[in-house]
């Protein structure tokens, strides 16, 4: 069974930095890509970064473009999200979400989602 | 980016109807489209994918149409499981990107 279990969500104030872990099991993770995909409250599903199977090709959403950073330990199963300069509008719940195929495909399975508030 | 606009943003509908959500990309995406089903609280789960394949463990009920810059989700007979919010989603090129939602709401 398909697990993504993601983790570090916090309350962190504007400017500062964050990073979330996704830790993936039951499928060969080596071999997907990966996504992170948020949710502002009561908004909708905003696309935020994804990863080739490999991890030599990251791909980012324009509105985290030079502040987030996604990375991938293909030993240890885990996708991460290193966010720095955190805004006010980067509140949201994060989800991980494994990719049909190597580098890219449709969100096949998604995490729970953690929650991440930029606040003063 | 290609842009991905659903209609309508509600639905009002009851047990028993067949209902049917847009979506239009702003450009071609060929097939790469991909339908969510989002229950509040909780993640997506996808339904269709190359905009008419069910997805393993969707219901038979949820069909997709479309090619180029015009789909279509149909639920055949509205069951009272399927009140919840759908998305789109292009994944023909990065960034990948969704529709806005379409809230399906009980009459």
């Known amino acids: 069974e398909v697990q993504l279990l993601e983790s570090g969500g916090a309350l962190v104030q504007p400017g500062g930095s964050l990073r979330l872990s996704c830790a993936a099991s039951?499928?060969?993770?080596?071999?997907?890509?990966m996504s992170w995909v948020r949710q502002a409250p009561g908004k909708g599903l905003e696309w935020v970064s994804a990863i080739v199977s490999g991890g030599d090709s990251t791909f980012y959403a324009e509105s985290v473009k030079g502040r987030f950073t996604i990375t991938r330990d293909n030993s240890q199963n885990i996708l991460n999200l290193q966010m720095n300069s955190l805004r006010d509008d980067d509140t949201a719940v994060y989800f991980c979400?494994?990719?049909?195929?190597?580098?890219?495909?449709?969100?096949?399975?998604w995490g729970q989602g953690t929650l991440v508030t930029v606040s003063s | 980016d290609i842009q991905m606009t659903q209609s309508p943003s509600t639905l009002s509908a009851s047990v028993g109807d067949r209902v049917t959500i847009t979506c239009r990309a702003s450009q071609s995406i060929n097939s790469y489209l991909a339908w969510y089903q989002q229950k509040p609280g909780k993640a997506p789960k996808v339904l269709i994918y190359?905009?008419?394949s069910l997805q393993g463990g969707a219901p038979s009920r949820f069909s997709g149409s479309g090619s180029g810059t015009e789909f279509t989700l149909t639920i055949s007979s509205l069951q009272p499981d399927d009140f919840a919010t759908y998305y789109c989603q292009q994944y023909q090129s990065y960034s990948y990107t969704f529709g806005q939602g379409t809230n399906l709401e009980i009459k």
């Open positions: 979400a494994k990719q049909e195929y190597r580098s890219g495909g449709h969100l096949d399975y």
């Open positions: 190359q905009a008419s």
């Open positions: 039951g499928f060969t993770f080596s071999t997907y890509g």
